[in-house]
């Protein structure tokens, strides 16, 4: 049973880098069968689709946030990334890690970023 | 982006009742629609995929029905641990995009 973990710093000031990891355990990224992404959710709110990544590099970012947004893959360590540039307090949220491209599931428990300073 | 609009934004409904949750997308994503369930504190949940697929484990009542712009999720009966607010998502279109949400209480 896949399992997804976020972790990460939860307080950033702004106009800094958020950054965040997501560790899979009980299946392999680099096996190819799913697309891993990200999603988050502001305090009280709805849910925002980040971007997703391929084992292979392949990236699609939602373009909201195009310009500040990386994802990127460690398969050494079974592990996804994001980074989020220059950020504000509208970036205050639980940063979810998941599996899936066009539907999503499982989910990581979530992981709440506070942008302030 | 393709905006997804869901009604009620709130619901409150007696054990046992049939609950119905509508969604509609601002353009034809054919039948490219989910619904997941998020309860207090936690992390949503997929309960269903590409309309009227249920999620391995899901219970059978729930259910959902639609195409082109219009779906509807329905619980059949209503039970005290479906409390939880339920999500529509498309993915017709990039960026995929969230309903607003329904949140479902028991009266």
């Known amino acids: 049973q896949v399992q997804l973990q976020e972790s990460g710093p939860g307080l950033v000031k702004p106009s800094q880098t958020l950054s965040l990891t997501c560790t899979v355990s009980?299946?392999?990224?680099?096996?190819?069968?799913?697309?891993w992404s990200w999603i988050r959710q502001p305090p009280g709110k709805g849910l925002e689709w980040i971007g997703y990544m391929y084992y292979s590099g392949i990236t699609y970012y939602n373009p909201s946030l195009k310009s500040r947004v990386i994802i990127s893959v460690d398969t050494s360590k079974n592990q996804f990334s994001l980074r989020l540039t220059s950020v504000t307090a509208a970036d205050t949220a639980v940063y979810y890690c998941?599996?899936?491209?066009?539907?999503?599931?499982?989910w990581g428990q979530g992981t709440l970023v506070t942008v302030s300073s | 982006d393709i905006q997804m609009t869901q009604s009620p934004s709130s619901l409150s409904a007696s054990v046992g009742d049939r609950v119905t949750i509508t969604c509609q997308a601002s353009q034809d994503i054919s039948n490219y629609l989910n619904w997941y369930q998020q309860k207090p504190g936690k992390a949503p949940n997929l309960l269903i995929y590409?309309?009227?697929n249920l999620e391995r484990g899901v219970p059978s009542r729930f259910s959902g029905s639609g195409s082109g712009s219009d779906f509807t999720f329905t619980i059949s009966s209503l039970q005290p641990e479906d409390i939880a607010t339920y999500y529509c998502?498309?993915?017709?279109?990039?960026?995929?995009?969230f309903g607003q949400g329904t949140k479902l209480e028991i009266k």
């Open positions: 590409d309309v009227s």
């Open positions: 009980g299946g392999s990224i680099s096996s190819g069968d799913y697309y």
């Open positions: 998502q498309q993915y017709d279109n990039l960026p995929y995009t």
């Open positions: 998941v599996r899936g491209r066009f539907w999503f599931d499982p």
